[in-house]
């Protein structure tokens, strides 16, 4: 398996354009979530999806930041507009629906809004 | 609501000393926890899982143990080199599939 893929690797953008960051799971894998890294916050968890469904979206900062998941294998995160202090690494993971199984991160996103 | 603290923040080591990183976390009602290792400007690389029914899982010089009712995880790291110099963080599931991080301990080993 490829594992968890995201694309594009990095991002730079000017403030205010909308910003599309894409992430394809591994195959059967029921989970999928999107991180955000920063320095001075870690790690936060903006949003997971069960089986194509938003689960918990109470990590997502803004009406600026949307998620999708139209099927099983692409899940896309738009920021729209975007602003400097978005800029972040995004992580994508995914997990099987079993409890015993760990996580599985993607390569990330590397986003700078200027 | 599930916190995991990992203490030290950083800690710098010479070259072919044991490494012990701490891990706690205040809700004992986990599915299992995870180690990883993360490089500068790089992803998550999972190393270590281990069940909430097990004490302790191992992989080459990895050995990782876990107080589940104690809310504690400890990553030793035997016989350090210089390529173990990375962040390393722990996380645990719990309901919901969810996973809760801690804030990492940055870890420099010195040739």
């Known amino acids: 398996d490829a594992g968890v893929i995201q694309s594009p690797r990095h991002e730079v953008t000017e403030m205010g354009q909308e910003v599309t960051l894409r992430c394809k799971p591994i195959?059967?894998?029921?989970?999928l979530f999107w991180y955000r890294q920063t320095m001075m916050r870690g790690l936060e968890l903006l949003i997971y999806f069960n089986n194509n469904v938003p689960i918990d979206d109470s990590g997502m900062p803004e009406d600026r930041f949307s998620a999708k998941m139209p099927n099983a294998s692409f899940s896309t995160l738009k920021i729209q507009p975007s602003e400097p202090r978005d800029s972040a690494v995004y992580f994508c993971?995914?997990?099987?629906?079993?409890?015993?199984?760990?996580?599985?991160f993607g390569s990330g996103t590397r986003l700078t809004v200027v | 609501k599930q916190e995991v603290t990992q203490i030290p923040a950083a800690l710098s080591v010479p070259e072919g000393e044991n490494l012990v990183l701490n891990c706690s976390f205040t809700d004992s009602a986990i599915y299992n926890l995870q180690w990883f290792r993360q490089d500068p400007g790089k992803g998550l690389t999972s190393l270590l899982l281990i069940q909430s029914s097990q004490r302790e899982q191992t992989s080459g010089r990895l050995n990782a143990s876990l107080d589940k009712s104690s809310g504690r995880s400890t990553l030793y790291i035997a016989a350090s080199q210089p390529g173990d110099s990375a962040t390393y963080l722990c996380a645990v599931k719990a309901a919901g599939n969810k996973l809760t991080f801690g804030g990492g301990t940055r870890v420099l080993v010195k040739p």
């Open positions: 195959s059967g894998h029921d989970y």
């Open positions: 993971a995914s997990t099987p629906r079993e409890e015993n199984y760990g996580y599985t």
